[in-house]
């Protein structure tokens, strides 16, 4: 099952791939649609869409509510669509046989989009715009994506630029940077990490990003996971030295653990579900999904959010306005580590450990 379905997947996708015969990864690109596919093995470990997914033809547009101003500090309030056209993400991310985790326009928010990085508010001197919810602002390619295929990783290097609906001038580039290392462990016991590196620069003075303001469960956007609706037995848990408050903490938040003493300054996020298999059926075993972000990034540790659609993220800058410098890159870097069966506390813990010292070096 496993061989034909990756047949089917490369004559899909396949147009152009590009190999290494030292590993078993390949990298897949779809000229007509700009989706690079990463296979490790047989099957994908992730697609990332660099070229536009359109709003799908049979789901209905969603509208912000028309009020007497155009904008109340949280959300548009001029009545305009969003959730439009868009590119630069990863959808989906795949489980070790080959099954979506990830989900991609929602009918419930049809802006939500995989694995993605964005923001509620994108400020520009006195323009705001929403390249969470793609309204008024949105992240365009440029040139093309370089890929790497190493001795026991494959990586995508991206670049986009950022400009308001209607407005020619590029006011930040972005380089994100997407590695999946190669999958370890027995059947049972699989693992893999994706490596997510953004690296942000204003093109132009007065640029400054921040969350959802002025909501008391706000200041989310940054980077976010947006998981199937169809995972099973689905659940989360939190380790952060200072949590706040969270939407849906009553909802699937199975543990808050706040325990500086011994964790420090850690901070990470695992989902727990079992997700349907490429015949729709219910995995017997779970897989975990844990979030870590590194230590050197700025305002760290950064809080984590979480509703109930089943949307997950590291709510960097949060309710802070974080200002990005003209020819001044901000770094940002996360990892996400996809594992077979249920994960604990003290693993989670190593894990971090071993993803802080990766960055120290």
């Known amino acids: ?22 590993n078993s990864f390949s990298i897949t690109k779809d000229k007509n649609t700009e989706t690079y596919t990463i296979l490790d093995g047989d099957l994908p470990a992730l697609s990332y869409h660099f070229g536009v997914v359109p709003y799908p033809k049979d789901q209905k547009v969603h509208y912000f509510s028309k009020k007497a101003t155009p904008y109340d500090g949280a959300y548009y309030s001029d009545g305009s669509a969003f959730g439009a056209d868009r590119s630069d993400y990863i959808q989906p991310v795949y489980g070790f046989n080959g099954e979506p985790l990830t989900d991609d326009y929602p009918k419930d928010h049809p802006h939500h989009r995989g694995l993605w990085w964005s923001w509620c508010e994108v400020r520009w001197n006195d323009k705001i715009g929403d390249i969470w919810a793609v309204n ?55 693992s893999r990490n994706i490596d997510l590196s953004l690296e942000l620069e204003a093109l132009v003075d007065g640029v400054a990003i921040a969350g959802r303001q002025k909501v008391n469960y706000g200041g989310y956007g940054g980077i976010a996971l947006r998981m199937v609706p169809e995972a099973e037995d689905f659940s989360i848990r939190t380790v952060h030295p200072a949590p706040d408050q969270w939407r849906g903490s009553d909802d699937k938040m199975a543990e808050i653990i706040t325990d500086p003493q011994k964790f420090g300054k850690a901070a990470w996020l695992s989902i727990f579900g079992k997700y349907p298999t490429l015949e729709k059926k219910a995995a017997a075993d779970f897989t975990t999904i844990t979030m870590f972000e590194s230590e050197k990034n700025p305002l760290f540790p950064n809080p984590f959010r979480y509703y109930s659609s089943r949307n997950i993220m590291i709510a960097f800058p949060a309710f802070h306005v974080f200002s990005l410098g003209k020819n001044a890159p901000v770094s940002y870097k996360c990892r996400f580590r996809i594992q077979q069966g249920k994960s604990d506390p003290i693993s989670e813990w190593n894990s971090w450990k071993e993803y802080q010292n990766l960055n120290a070096e």
Do not use: H, Q
């Open 1 to 22: 099952m496993k061989f034909v379905f990756s047949v089917m997947f490369l004559c899909f996708l396949g147009i152009l791939s590009v190999s290494a015969a030292e």
């Open 136 to 190: 008024k602002i949105r992240a365009y390619p440029k040139g093309t994506v370089k890929t790497t295929i190493g001795k026991d990783f494959a990586e995508l290097e991206a670049v986009n630029v950022w400009k308001f609906d209607g407005d020619p001038t590029e006011i930040v580039k972005e380089i994100s940077r997407i590695r999946v290392s190669k999958t370890t462990g027995i059947e049972g016991k699989k």
